[in-house]
């Protein structure tokens, strides 16, 4: 090949150089470097041949045109401010940024009318996928199959099993929770959870309850006791559990701000913990976990891991590899100084 006057230029080689070069148009180069179909062996070969010659490098971005992507997703949340969205939004960006892939951030504050409108903004925008976040971990309804662009929907699942979801495993969660008590020595294990509309509130005391059972357990009272996921239902329900079942020696409960309401209780009635009664809450919300008294152990929901598993399912369905389903990640126990191993 004759690289004629291409070795003079100052810049780097384009695709217009090397379709010149190969004496073939710019959409055959786009094809034959990507590997596509419907490009004959010996032109495939000519380009590839030109592109050495020339040391030409295509950037990222060039790469992503090519493939008729735009480097590009969508992250739509419902909730900016929520200490439970904000985690799974690192955990996206991370896995997004290994990828050199730029996210365009839209807060739709819990509106049905502007969630809809930001996603025809980022559909606008030509992006590759979208992630949605929801402020809850109740099923949310599904966006529908019309949308150009893979959907995954984190932290809430869709309601649509055929959609990508990926949430924390509030069942196993229970389980763990229980399995770290027992490990401590307790057997006569109470549970005071949160709202009982969340799912994530009924399904924590679902896997308790089962873990127990496996032991030839059963909750103290039988059943959990919902109320509000408050510092202050959590000093009212363990004096009530107290009042009725003075034998407790372990609290589960649904959130680290009851847990730390748990916490002031047993202090004021002279209740030792870990020692009496160990006390175990869910979330591992740093400010109330470490700085309660004593420290809580609790429940981490991993929920960058959350994101970061959304990222890497939004990038596979990209690619043409959908995993449609529910996808739990496994939840950790973070122990601190109200849990005690038993002698």
Same mark, same amino acid.
């Given at each position: ?48 041949? &030109? &592109? ?6 295509? +950037? ?116 763990? &929770? ?5 490990? @401590?020595? $307790? ?65 589960? @409960? ?29 979330? +591992? ?25 959304? &990222? $890497? ?17 496994? @939840? ?12």
């Amino acid at each position: 090949m004759v690289i004629d006057d291409l070795s003079a230029s100052r810049g780097p080689a384009t695709l217009k150089d090397v379709a010149k070069l190969a004496g073939v148009s710019i959409a055959t180069v786009s094809k034959a470097l990507n590997g596509r179909e419907h490009v004959r062996a010996e032109t495939r070969d000519r380009v590839r041949r &030109a &592109a050495e010659e020339l040391r030409f490098s295509p +950037n990222q971005l060039a790469q992503g045109l090519l493939a008729g992507r735009t480097g590009t997703v969508g992250l739509l949340t419902s909730d900016l401010e929520g200490r439970f969205s904000i985690p799974v939004m690192m955990g996206a960006e991370d896995a997004f940024g290994a990828d050199s892939t730029s996210v365009f951030l839209c807060d739709a504050r819990g509106d049905a009318i502007r969630e809809q409108h930001h996603l025809r903004a980022l559909l606008s925008r030509r992006v590759d996928g979208v992630i949605i976040l929801g402020d809850t971990t109740n099923p949310r309804n599904s966006l529908g199959h019309d949308i150009p662009v893979p959907v995954v929907y984190a932290y809430a699942p869709s309601n649509d099993d055929s959609d990508i979801s990926v949430i924390s495993d509030n069942v196993d969660a229970g389980r763990l &929770a229980v399995e770290h008590l027992l490990d @401590c020595g $307790r057997s006569r294990i109470a549970y005071i959870s949160g709202d009982a509309t969340y799912a994530a509130a009924t399904d924590r005391v679902a896997g308790a309850k089962a873990a127990l059972q496996k032991h030839g357990l059963e909750l103290v009272g039988g059943e959990a006791l919902y109320g509000a996921w408050t510092e202050g239902w959590g000093r009212a329900a363990v004096r009530t559990l107290l009042t009725r079942f003075p034998e407790i020696d372990g609290v589960l @409960c649904g959130s680290d701000q009851i847990a730390r309401g748990v916490l002031d209780s047993l202090r004021e009635v002279g209740k030792d913990v870990p020692r009496d009664i160990s006390v175990m809450g869910h979330d +591992n919300w740093e400010q109330i976990a470490s700085q309660s008294r004593p420290a809580l152990s609790t429940i981490d929901m991993r929920l960058q891991e959350v994101g970061r598993v959304a &990222a $890497r399912l939004l990038f596979a369905a990209i690619g043409g590899d959908a995993q449609p389903g529910v996808h739990k990640i496994t @939840c950790r126990v973070v122990t601190r100084d109200s849990t005690a191993v038993s002698d």
